[in-house]
């Protein structure tokens, strides 16, 4: 691939590769690594890939590797930086080496973990080499999704600042951020622009190979390819006009003769036998677009405009067995189909007989009923109000009510599944109160222990289920979503469990009610206590909790 080199570019050049190690990220990953990646490469290091590589940052340009993931990463963290390197064949080996893995099938990752780490790379370079030396500042970022709408969480450098912190540092440092997907997502549209990109001159140029992909390029430019013209307007078909009648020559053995420079096939005839085809054509076309009036209610089946009688069953080629009544006095009957040859009546079972309706013959012109509901006008589908979560009879709901976690706050219920029912009584506010967490505790085998002590003696623990509530699927819909973004995710990253104290009448601690994400110990208890359980939430947005007392209760 030719790559457009600006003379105006310092000599060294820092790159950090941001790359989506999912496995979503992985679409396309080859294509875009050999038409995109590798000639970005190609065209900083100036020459194609070499074994040789510089002993000094001092004197050569840089390239680094930052693989990001999804929040199922956890407890690894979620974004790994590899190099600074002198050589791109070692950038490449490190890409070859990713497994893009993992993501559970979510639409978001941790970009705003690889940014940061890019961020860090670059100033910890610009440390070591000495900021009297113009270098030139570029991130190539591939992914496949979008970023989680949260701050950095595990970047010390860079901790607590949010995708709009970190675009606003990289124009203030004058950083090249270009994009390249397989996908043309809104949300790395906006992402190129935020980061200082001109998306206005980026859209009229066309570097990609595939119509799909999305490549935004700061910088520098690839070779670029020739924009798809517009499909233009079509031109209207004119028929000749019909050419005069010229006197005829009759020569022995010849029918007809043509004028001179005409062809055979344009002679008179010829035209006005092509002429009448047309006009033959456009009435067939004409009375094909017919337009059927509707006939009148209680229209008697003899009309030849009329293909069924019943407005749920098509027509079978012979009159109706009901024609002497009107259509609307017909009741339509899942048991009963229309007369057609090679099909039988079908009449309905005796009551409490438990015989099962099978159907005799079936006639081709008929769809299978036995299957789904007849399409009846006054026939609307039931919506399940309970928006995608099962319905768990054997573990009883025993409270429901507000978990918040800082500022945010999420409608749940709480099913009882192990343990003692009275330590939720005894712990959980009154229904409809807000269960606030105040403290996280880290999910260390050191403080799991203690947990999973308790959890072996009935009196001592109890073990609940919460899902998303509401009295609509769409506000369970909503509360799924909150649950998942403000308070799963954040406990994933977090690694960490949440943690409420509870008071008995004295004001002493009596209780502690741990909020556990999705995570190992969480779901090893839960498929040890109730598998069928686990299994029917695996997809569903949900908490465990363990409520479980500070001192032994039999003492």
């Known amino acids: 691939m030719v790559v457009m080199v600006s003379a105006s570019d310092p000599p060294i050049v820092d790159v950090v590769v941001v790359i989506e190690d999912t496995a979503l990220g992985s679409t396309s990953m080859a294509d875009l690594k050999t038409h995109y990646l590798l000639p970005t490469l190609e065209h900083f290091n100036g020459g194609p890939v070499s074994e040789l590589e510089f002993a000094s940052l001092n004197c050569s340009s840089s390239f680094s590797v930052v693989s990001f993931h999804a929040s199922d990463c956890l407890p690894a963290p979620p974004a790994k930086i590899m190099g600074p390197f002198t050589s791109i064949r070692k950038v490449l080996t490190v890409l070859d080496r990713l497994e ?68 606003m540092d990289i124009r203030d440092k004058n950083i090249c951020v270009s994009v390249v997907a397989p996908r043309k997502l809104p949300a790395l549209f906006k992402l190129y622009e935020k980061c200082g990109g001109d998306l206005k001159s980026a859209k009229e140029k066309n570097y990609a190979k595939d119509p799909r992909h999305l490549v935004l390029l700061r910088g520098y430019g690839l070779q670029e390819r020739p924009v798809t013209p517009k499909p233009q307007a ?81 027509s079978h080629g012979v009159s109706h067995p009901y024609s002497g009544t009107p259509p609307s006095a017909q009741i339509a009957d899942p ?21 099962q309706l099978v159907r005799l013959t079936q006639s081709p012109a008929i769809s299978d009923y036995s299957t789904s509901r007849p399409a009846s006008p006054a026939y609307t589908p ?57 403290q996280r505790m880290r999910l260390e085998d050191s403080q799991l222990d203690g947990v999973a002590r308790k959890m072996e003696t009935k009196s001592e623990h109890c073990m609940l289920l919460a899902l998303p509530n509401g009295s609509e699927h769409e506000e369970i819909e909503l509360q799924s979503r909150i ?20 008071s008995n009448e004295d004001n002493q601690p009596a209780y502690i009610v741990h909020v556990f994400p999705s995570c190992d110990f969480a779901n090893e208890n839960l498929a040890r206590i109730a598998p069928n359980l686990l299994h029917r939430v695996a997809d569903i947005e949900h908490l465990v909790i363990v409520i479980a007392t500070v001192f032994d209760v039999n003492r």
């Open 382 to 438: 039931i919506i399940n109000s309970d928006y995608r979560l099962p319905h768990l009879a054997a573990y009883p709901i025993c409270w429901s009510g507000t978990l918040g976690l800082k500022n945010d706050m999420a409608n749940v219920r709480m099913h009882y599944v192990s343990g003692n029912r009275d330590l939720a009584r005894a712990s959980l506010p009154s229904p409809g109160a807000t269960l606030k967490i105040v």
């Open 234 to 314: 079509p031109v209207p078909s004119v028929s000749p006009a019909p050419l005069p009648s010229l006197p005829m020559s009759q020569f022995p053995g010849q029918a007809r003769a043509t004028t001179p420079g005409q062809l055979p096939s344009q002679s008179p005839e010829n035209i006005q036998l092509h002429m009448a085809r047309q006009q033959q054509q456009q009435q067939q076309q004409q009375q094909q677009q017919v337009v059927r009036q509707p006939l009148p209610a209680h229209a008697r089946s003899g009309d030849p405009y009329r293909q069924s009688d019943s407005p749920l069953y098509p």
């Open 100 to 167: 893009f893995s993992g993501g559970q099938g979510e639409t978001h990752s941790s970009g705003q973990e690889g940014l940061a780490s890019a961020l860090q790379v670059l100033k910890q370079v610009e440390q070591r080499r000495g900021a009297d030396i113009a270098t030139s500042k570029h991130i190539f970022y591939i992914c496949n999704s979008a970023i989680y709408d949260m701050p950095v969480l595990d970047n010390t450098l860079y901790h607590g600042r949010t995708l709009d912190d970190l675009a």
């Open 483 to 502: 649950l998942r973004s403000n308070f799963i995710t954040y406990l994933q990253l977090k690694s960490a469990a949440g943690i409420v104290n509870v």
């Open 335 to 355: 048991y009963r189909r229309g007369s057609a040859p090679g099909e039988q009546e079908l009449l309905p079972p005796p009551a409490h007989s438990g015989q």
